[in-house]
């Protein structure tokens, strides 16, 4: 029995539809074993959802759909929004979660979500010998990034396997080397498909432009990177398997130039992983935690509240000299105010002078 999804609800937006009234889209998240991808529904949608799921099971789901505001819109209301946009998420999440299965194992459900039926997804598998992925969801930016941190994931677990199938093999104990390179398939195998998930999904994101030139050419050198990792594991999966079936020890007539270069190819691939630095946004300046999960058009917004703040620092600085020029001016001011009194004092005091001199002369005449 396959696992639930995981079930979010990240983020809102506007309809853009010309010539209709606008309304809120609740961008819904789900992540699959093998894929992830986006469903956007509005607020009728989750309405008739509950209705049918109410007439198909004949009771209503354990948690209660938000009800709906008649005064006010979400449209101009971003906490009623955000309010409801948690409401449903819980909604949606509470389905998916709950042990009893009758709500979600419905059409209705499943239609909701855009997962295929089991019968649809059986012939699938049985007819390809593979499960074809779906890039719906990589075709998000936000996604996109956590299907490659996924793909990373799984590509340093694979090399854990195969880094513990060589020391059984080592070792002598066969059962647990079969069961990591078995382990490790299956890791490979899910990582083949990301990789190609993320490839339609980067397409995608061109075709509408959702994200700037060089943005994609940074993400499609991650997937390529990701890519010749991927063939490499497995190139060195099969390999060393093939070497070690047909007898590579010198002491059952192997070669040993096969023995060498089949050492130097693990003892490259399965080195630790150095994480990335990523882009590097102006020497000697690398990217930072903050930006590396931000797009073109992140960066820049962030660049331009960094030089709004470094601008409003400046007009705060500028006050201060403003004022303490103005103090400045002030105390001249008051300076020479009183070196003008001080001066007239001393005019006074030499009028005073002789006005008493002259009085002493007429006393020794009298």
């Not at 999440?93 to 042990?99: C, K, L, Y």
């Not at 059984?168 to 382990?183: F, L, M, V």
């Not at 398939?185 to 490839?199: H, P, Q, Y």
């Not at 070669?255 to 060498?260: E, I, K, Y």
Request: overall charge positive; proline content about 5%; aromatic content about 4%.
């Amino acid at each position: 029995m396959a696992p639930p999804p995981e079930i979010a609800i990240p983020s809102t937006s506007v309809s853009e539809d010309v010539g209709s009234k606008p309304y809120t889209l609740y961008n819904i998240t789900l992540r699959l074993p093998l894929r992830s991808f986006v469903v956007q529904k509005r607020y009728s949608d989750f309405a008739r959802l509950h209705n049918t799921l109410v007439q198909q099971v004949g009771v209503p789901p354990p948690e209660p759909l938000p009800g709906k505001h008649w005064l006010k819109s979400t449209v101009r209301s971003p906490d009623l929004a955000r309010n409801r946009q948690i409401a449903l998420e819980k909604y949606l999440r509470t389905i998916a979660e709950t042990p009893d299965r009758r709500w979600r194992d419905t059409s209705a459900w499943r239609a909701f979500l855009n997962l295929p039926s089991t019968s649809t997804t059986s012939s699938a598998v049985s007819a390809s010998g593979m499960a074809r992925p779906a890039a719906t969801g990589a075709a998000d930016p936000q996604t996109w990034l956590d299907m490659y941190r996924e793909l990373k994931q799984n590509l340093n677990e694979a090399r854990q396997c195969l880094s513990r199938r060589d020391a059984a093999s080592d070792s002598g104990n066969s059962t647990a080397a079969a069961e990591a390179g078995s382990a490790a398939s299956k890791v490979l195998f899910k990582a083949g498909i990301l990789v190609t998930s993320l490839s339609d999904g980067l397409r995608k994101m061109q075709e509408s432009n959702r994200l700037g030139e060089g943005e994609l050419r940074r993400r499609r050198d991650l997937v390529s990177n990701a890519r010749m990792e991927r063939d490499g594991l497995e190139k060195l999966s099969t390999a060393l398997f093939t070497a070690s079936a047909s007898g590579s020890n010198p002491r059952n007539g192997g070669n040993s130039s096969v023995s060498a270069a089949a050492a130097d190819e693990k003892s490259t691939l399965l080195k630790s992983a150095r994480p990335t630095t990523g882009r590097v946004l102006g020497a000697p300046l690398p990217e930072t935690a903050q930006t590396r999960e931000l797009d073109n058009e992140g960066v820049l917004q962030l660049q331009k509240q960094e030089m709004a703040s470094q601008d409003q620092a400046i007009d705060q600085l500028a006050d201060v000299i403003r004022r303490q020029k103005a103090m400045g001016i002030q105390m001249k001011n008051e300076v020479d105010a009183q070196t003008e009194m001080l001066a007239a004092l001393n005019g006074d005091v030499d009028r005073v002078n002789d006005k008493l001199g002259v009085a002493q002369n007429r006393i020794k005449k009298l």
